[in-house]
């Protein structure tokens, strides 16, 4: 393979640009692997781990556009640097919108839209704090999605709003709907009267849709930015919209959704879930171990915990309805006891050799919540990401025994389309994972909206299709299941994208936690 990078000094494109022009120049022929990052010392960290750091890309500062292409020969190489070159001139030279001048500073759009009340801050990290000060103290709220931005900034910055009745979600605050509008990654879901609060963006979305799926909807979907839970900012953006749907008028249950927080911000969620007498779902990605000591607690409160992100959706809908909680839980365990015949009739098909199960993610909450749900009822799960650091993949592009793996984590995403967006790296996996003789089956979460890919259906089924071929050739089975994040009303359309799944041999369940928890009775 050569290895050619290509510097443009003073260049700047913001992530999505930058993504698809990676995912452009990926599909060129010849070409294995793209990345296409600002020169800062973090990306080049990461482009040397994965063995695209060359002298020339090392000298890269931060002001400068860093283009890396890895390709079978000399010719692919240089054919997709010209072809890079030529797209950004073509970005640069592209006319205006017709019409009106657009505004080319944060300050200069609020004196164009005075009526503005809510701004989106999508830039580098290290310029994101300051354009998200200036539409504070123009009296906006914020949507930080931006990452990489500083902790004391995220903490001064959440810490100003807070004081001026003003939200700031994020940074890395990738999914929110607001008045029914969705903003970053979010998916077409009607208005309803069940409130959610998240520093979790793909669990956000994963509770809005299957509250969707169930017939009702939402009034608002607050997403935080996952760093907020933490022990060092404190929920502060979590209390303040939890607080915001518990005196909105409109809203009769609320979901608290988040990876586990530290334990000082459980206690301020609980305490403050003290305050409302609305009936409020938790759904902190918790063990066993933490429900049991927080059960007493929870028991005095108008609250319940629920044990996955479909249970959340569940008893949310329930309590807005005023239906009866327990039933709701019958219904699940209904589900749950009809998935295990499922996946029991189906083992038989596997063989002695086939004892694994890998999961292959493009939302860090979904790869959380099958962990757990795995670790529960496997035993030790490796990953990327683990919940335990002892199982960590020594190479996360190796698996091994049962694995879970975000796609999304920087690893796989610096200078890259995220798995969202762009396929390509999971297809990849999805085929490596097939010509294991130790996996039995494969879990998929497929997420749709807003900023999502227009059909990622079409290219994950023609892998499933062709990984199950690679199995059968070689005289195995291979199960393939596969949930669908998203509604009917998203671009992509959640049936057409179910169907796509089911014809390409891929067993499609409702919901996230269903996938995991098939999945580990068809090994278990």
Known sequence: MILQTLLKPGEYRDSVALMLLARELTALPGVADVSVVIGTPANKAVLAQAGLLTDAANAATPNDLLIAVKAKDDAAARAALDKAQQLLAQKAASPETPGAARPRTLR???????????????????????QAWDALRAGLHVLLFSDHVALADEIALKEYARDRGLLLMGPGAGTAIINGIGLGFANAVPRGDIGIVAAAGTGLQEVSTLIAKAGAGITQGIGVGGRDVSEQVGGIMMLEGLRALQADPETRAIVVVSKLPSSVVTEKILAQVKQSEKPTVLALMSNSE???????????????????????????????RGESVDAARRKLAAEDHALATRAHALRRKLNARQKYARGLYSGGTLCEETMRLWQASLG??????????????????????????????????????????????????????????????????????????????????????????????????????????????????L??????????????????????????????
């Open 290 to 320: 933490f429900r049991i000591q927080n059960s007493e607690q929870i028991s005095s409160l108008q609250s319940l915990i629920s044990g996955d992100l479909r249970e959340a959706a569940a008893l949310a809908v329930a309590l807005s």
């Open 380 to 493: 030790a799960v490796w990953s990327n990401a683990p919940l335990d650091p002892k199982y960590k993949l020594p190479d996360s592009n190796r698996s091994k025994q049962h694995t879970v793996v975000d796609l999304g984590e920087e690893e796989f995403t610096i200078g890259r389309p995220h798995p969202m967006i762009d396929n390509t790296v999971r297809v990849k996996r999805i085929l490596q994972e097939a010509r294991d003789p130790g996996v039995a089956a494969i879990a998929l979460d497929v997420v749709i909206g807003y900023g999502a890919h227009p059909d990622p259906a079409a290219e994950l089924g023609a892998a499933i299709a062709e990984a199950k071929q690679i199995a059968r050739k070689r005289g195995r089975a291979l199960i393939v299941a596969a949930s669908v994040t998203g509604t009917e009303n998203d671009p992509q359309g």
């Open 495 to 524: 049936s057409r994208q179910t169907d796509a799944l089911k014809k390409a041999g891929a067993v499609v369940l409702n919901s996230n936690a269903a996938v995991a928890k098939f999945v580990s009775w068809l090994v278990g």
């Open 108 to 130: 200069a759009a609020i004196r164009a839209t005075p009526g503005a009340n809510l701004a989106i801050v999508s830039v580098a990290g290290q310029y994101a704090a300051a």
